[in-house]
């Protein structure tokens, strides 16, 4: 079972590049999100989304960009890196029934330089 | 938004019983999680409880929410090495999405 699968897994970026991480999930899930952590900061909200073609910004959405075209992907753009968005990123997908637990994938690891 | 406060560190021995302490704010918080994450992977959710129920027990793990003190607390009975990891408290208003983390309690569990 695949379940939230992201890529890449570690990826090291240059001050100004841009590049995408990559979320998908096999579980049929509506709602969708990518958090960031960070050491003594915890997970923090970055964007979200309850169904296709529709998302929302969380906590912390500055410097990112999301867009869900299908129920199963759910792609997060940073469009000019910054040293400031070196984190560990995770995308999690949930059902919209009982409890709603949230599924997380194993994390891609940023550096910015 | 609003605070979920953890404590950051614990350290318990081998066979000993853990106490991990949650506060939160937001008194419309519906659902409350406990979520643990092992080194180098992602959260995995442990157990929660609906913002109605006082206690929910399950195996070794027991969940206790005093709604009017915005307290929730995870006891692990006979903590084992394995359960050495980070564990997260998190709310939320509507079940699933747009959760509300803690900053995480890192358990240290020795022999």
């Known amino acids: 079972n695949a379940g939230v699968t992201q890529t890449p897994k570690f990826q090291v970026l240059k001050t100004g590049q841009s590049m995408t991480l990559q979320c998908a999930q096999d579980?049929?899930?509506?709602?969708m999100s990518w958090y960031r952590q960070d050491p003594g900061m915890g997970l923090r909200l970055i964007h979200y989304?309850?169904?296709?073609?529709?998302?929302d910004q969380g906590e912390v959405p500055n410097g990112y960009n999301v867009s869900r075209s299908t129920t199963e992907d759910f792609p997060l753009r940073l469009l000019s890196a910054a040293p400031s968005q070196t984190s560990v990123y995770f995308c999690?997908?949930?059902?919209?029934?009982?409890?709603?637990?949230?599924?997380f994938g194993e994390g891609s690891r940023l550096t910015v330089l | 938004g609003e605070d979920v406060e953890q404590s950051l560190f614990l350290s318990v021995r081998e066979g000993d019983s853990s106490v991990i302490n949650c506060t939160y704010t937001d008194s419309s918080s519906t659902y409350l999680y406990w979520y643990k994450q092992e080194p180098g992977a992602g959260l995995q959710l442990l157990t929660y409880?609906?913002?109605?129920?006082d206690m929910k027990q399950d195996q070794r793990l027991t969940v206790l929410l005093n709604k009017k003190d915005k307290h929730l607390s995870l006891r692990i009975a006979d903590t084992q090495t394995g359960d050495s990891a980070i564990y997260f408290c998190a709310e939320s208003k509507n079940s699933g999405y747009a959760l509300n983390f803690g900053k995480g309690t890192s358990l240290l569990v020795t022999p």
């Open positions: 409880i609906f913002s109605n129920m």
């Open positions: 999690a997908s949930s059902s919209n029934t009982g409890a709603g637990e949230l599924f």
């Open positions: 579980m049929n899930h509506e709602y």
């Open positions: 989304s309850v169904g296709a073609g529709i998302t």
